[in-house]
């Protein structure tokens, strides 16, 4: 099992950036993919972004493609979603997510992800 943080949340402006990280502890981390989600209030979770094990293959979901990025950093543990140009819709709890299959493919659902470690979340409120 793996013990994922996420932090770099907060309150921006409609427009503003952001940057997240996802920490990661426990079970060898650069061997997974890992994806990030959110979940605003009264919705349900969506696939926001993943990337592969080597960082080499990323995926976004059509709303935030040319707006966010994902990266990662083995040898930090860390993987990061960098964020521009928030809209207030953009509101929600940001999750990440690590993969159970060692060097799988990300998945591009949020049920893709079923198996997956999740970490607690980090808020992110953009305003208007």
């Known amino acids: 099992q793996v013990q994922l943080v996420e932090s770099g949340g907060g309150l921006v402006q409609a427009g503003g950036s952001l940057r997240l990280s996802c920490a990661a502890s426990g079970r060898t981390f650069r061997r997974y993919a890992v994806g990030w989600f959110r979940q605003a209030p009264g919705k349900e979770r969506e696939f926001v972004a993943a990337i592969n094990w080597s960082g080499g293959d990323t995926y976004d979901a059509d709303s935030v493609k040319g707006r966010f990025t994902i990266s990662r950093d083995n040898a930090k543990n860390t993987v990061y979603l960098q964020m521009k140009s928030l809209k207030p819709e953009e509101t929600a709890v940001y999750y990440c997510?690590?993969?159970?299959?060692?060097?799988?493919?990300?998945?591009?659902?949020?049920?893709?992800?079923?198996?997956?470690?999740w970490g607690q979340g980090t808020q992110v409120t953009v305003s208007s």
């Open positions: 997510a690590v993969d159970q299959k060692l060097f799988g493919p990300p998945h591009t659902t949020v049920i893709g992800w079923g198996s997956a470690d």
